[in-house]
């Protein structure tokens, strides 16, 4: 019997800049480093999945190759089948060329969790915003190694004078002139201690299993794992210890959550330093009653 699995495909395009010929050290180097930052990625953000690459098709006329993204991952009830593992895949990768050229060579003055996103803000005072998935390339120093060394290698080739990387579905794209292959092609000293820690917040709804219904202690709550959280909804408390809202077997709540975590030094989240705030209760959900609205 054979395992059900979600298969996302996308295509990447990687161009040469310039002339018919590059040199071939070069090639090899530019997808020896793709390989390397796309299996970083895809092992931090979907590490259920199993993620590769494969050259479909080169082209002569600027230099492009055609690559197949490739992402696996065992169907579950969990599975969400609407996720296109690969195609998110290559957003970030697009995304962690956008902040090397960004940044250049300088580490950022600030790194910020914005929801799904993060701010990053250099030391003239501009502002990126990029996926949250994008922020591995502050927590593995691999990123932006590997990164270096593809502009380094196509600074190394002559006639090359630019590389442009665009995602086929979405039609994203990163261009880098030959002016900024030099400043581009050094790692940015330590940039993998720039962040000891994340935090993002989330929307999510959360099954009650062991409230507090006096206190200030932490609730226990069920998603697609066990929660432990802090409530920070000061209203939602309020009503709570008043009696104004019951708690019942089976009701759940809709809330802004949010989760911080220490992170590993290969960037990964340490499992054991996860902390969950609830800082909003959006509305709750009783069995046999419906959905009740939570007043401001």
């Not at 990625?41 to 055609?66: H, I, K």
């Not at 709570?240 to 089976?250: N, T």
Request: proline content about 3%.
């Amino acid at each position: 019997m054979h395992e059900d699995k979600i298969v996302s495909v996308d295509k990447l395009n990687f161009t040469f800049e310039g002339g018919y010929e590059v040199d071939a050290l070069t090639v090899s180097k530019t997808i020896e480093n793709l390989v390397k930052v796309m299996s970083i990625t895809a092992n931090a953000e979907y590490p259920e999945s199993e993620f590769r690459l494969s050259v479909s098709a080169v082209r002569p006329g600027s230099l492009e190759f055609y690559f197949n993204a490739i992402a696996e991952s065992a169907k579950t009830l969990l599975s969400d089948d609407n996720v296109n593992y690969a195609k998110a895949i290559l957003e970030i990768l697009i995304s962690l060329f956008t902040i090397k050229k960004f940044l250049k060579k300088e580490r950022p003055k600030a790194v910020k969790e914005a929801r799904d996103n993060i701010e990053i803000h250099d030391c003239n005072g501009n502002m990126l915003v990029a996926p949250k998935g994008a922020n591995i390339y502050f927590t593995n120093v691999n990123i932006d190694a590997s990164i270096s060394s593809v502009i380094s290698a196509a600074r190394s080739s002559p006639g090359v004078s630019g590389i442009s990387i665009t995602a086929e579905n979405t039609g994203e794209k990163i261009s880098i002139p030959i002016t900024d292959f030099e400043e581009l092609s050094q790692p940015i000293e330590d940039i993998s201690e720039q962040q000891k820690q994340f935090t993002y917040n989330r929307v999510d709804v959360l099954f009650i299993k062991k409230p507090d219904l006096l206190g200030d202690s932490m609730w226990v709550f069920q998603s697609d794992r066990q929660v432990i959280a802090d409530i920070a909804d000061e209203a939602f408390m309020k009503k709570i210890h008043s009696g104004e809202i019951k708690v019942f077997a089976g009701m759940s709540i809709l809330a802004d959550i949010q989760v911080r975590y220490d992170l590993l030094e290969n960037g990964l989240p340490n499992e054991k330093t996860i902390k969950y705030t609830v800082l909003h209760v959006k509305s709750i959900n009783v069995p046999g009653d419906g959905q009740m609205s939570i007043a401001e």
